[in-house]
């Protein structure tokens, strides 16, 4: 069998470029810590580990969720993951999609990081599919949703939606929609109105600050020639305001502890003892406020199902008819 075609919209070269100007100014967005075979790997061990939930939860509201899911979808339509990751959701949704009978279905990974792509598409090898990938980010669906005829199920799972500003990130997925796709999404919500809100950011900050996400987190600067002991990841989550409340964020930091000099190809990156490393985010926000976000951006909610306890949510909704 020939191997998927895999399109790259993002250049190795030019990433390697602009990770090396933002650390020049001591910030580091998450979208740099999934790239190289090291980058996915770190993630992959993330994404199965006991002590990170976040990730195995979320599969397990989409494995109890996914016969309700694929019933609002016709038959043969095809799925594009925006984020793909390892690919493991993607597979039990194609496995529960109902077909149509006339040929395979078409299937679409894309990722920031290649080696990631190349994993979703071998984990997939054995279905009948049409399957292709390509390495893009997520302003890149307009140019990429063409590559799978048809309807699609748009989908942005493994709590990525709460990794960006929600409007922004859901106006840039309805702009790249066709008429009749459907789009689908997970995300891990912020504490229940009863729930101890002291006790709860505790608990986030203590699995977002494991060992396992602490060297996820330091990835890009290890491999480039950071020392185990010279840099120390932190995490804390704060109350921030939006435009349906307030909601809560994580702020996430590498401090330096003793001075080294990264290696890139444009020339070192030198940091020094008590320089502080910004890094990304991710939200935490309620049932409603996603719904929300959801609602404005131009979609009419078609399911919404929360996991046990409500600590999660996952959306299926598709454009509302007459909006932009």
């Not at 090396?20 to 580091?28: I, K, P, Q, S």
């Not at 940091?271 to 926000?285: P, S």
């Not at 929300?292 to 919404?304: K, M, S, T």
């Amino acid at each position: 069998m020939t191997a998927p075609t895999i399109t790259d919209l993002l250049d190795a070269g030019d990433l390697e470029v602009s990770l090396r100007d933002h650390l020049l100014r001591r910030y580091l967005p998450d979208v740099f810590l999934y790239l190289g075979r090291e980058g996915a790997d770190h993630w992959l061990d993330l994404d199965g580990s006991a002590g990170f939930g976040v990730a195995s939860s979320l599969t397990d509201l989409l494995r109890a969720e996914a016969p309700a899911v694929a019933s609002h979808v016709p038959g043969g339509t095809g799925l594009v993951s925006l984020g793909v990751g390892g690919g493991r959701k993607e597979r039990l949704l194609l496995e529960t999609l109902p077909g149509n009978g006339h040929g395979p279905r078409r299937y679409l990974a894309t990722d920031v990081s290649r080696p990631l792509v190349e994993s979703a598409l071998a984990a997939v090898a054995d279905l009948p599919l049409v399957a292709c990938g390509a390495t893009a980010r997520l302003e890149d669906l307009v140019r990429l949703r063409p590559l799978v005829d048809g309807p699609a199920l748009v989908c942005l799972l493994g709590n990525t939606f709460s990794n960006f500003d929600p409007q922004r990130l859901l106006g840039r997925v309805r702009a790249g929609l066709g008429p009749s796709d459907l789009f689908l999404l997970d995300c891990r919500l912020g504490p229940r109105p009863e729930a101890d809100e002291a006790a709860w950011r505790e608990g986030v900050e203590r699995v977002y600050g494991s060992a396992e996400n602490a060297r996820f987190n330091l990835g890009p600067l290890a491999a480039r020639g950071l020392a185990a002991d010279a840099g120390r990841f932190g995490l804390r989550v704060v109350r921030v305001p939006s435009r349906l409340g307030p909601t809560w964020r994580t702020r996430k930091r590498i401090e330096i502890l003793r001075d080294a000099d990264l290696v890139f190809p444009g020339g070192p990156v030198r940091l020094r003892a008590g320089d502080v490393v910004r890094m990304g985010f991710t939200y935490k926000h309620t049932r409603r406020q996603v719904l929300g976000w959801v609602q404005a951006a131009g979609f009419d909610v078609v399911e919404a199902a929360a996991g046990a306890g409500g600590a999660n949510l996952l959306v299926l909704a598709r454009a509302t008819r007459g909006s932009p």
